[in-house]
């Protein structure tokens, strides 16, 4: 089965004067923490998703939701 996941990027990573704007896109209006990725990435290879394949989890807060 193949699987993948399609992340957020992590705090770090932004500029300190785009922080509120990307926030402010997410459903969370936080960003993700290493965990949040970590957690999602954990389930697809765990034994609970054993029936999942070709799926793609989208661990980005809901930030596909507001840009184009």
């Not at 699987?3 to 209006?29: H, I, L, M, Y």
């Not at 949040?36 to 290879?45: P, R, T, V």
């Not at 999942?52 to 939701?65: K, M, Y």
């Amino acid at each position: 089965r193949i699987s993948g996941a399609r992340g957020a990027q992590a705090a770090e990573q932004f500029n300190p004067g785009c922080d509120d704007r990307f926030k402010g896109r997410t459903v969370f209006k936080r960003f993700a923490e290493p965990s949040d990725i970590a957690n999602g990435i954990a389930y697809l290879c765990s034994e609970e998703a054993r029936y999942v394949t070709g799926e793609v989890l989208d661990l980005s807060g809901g930030i596909s939701l507001f840009t184009a």
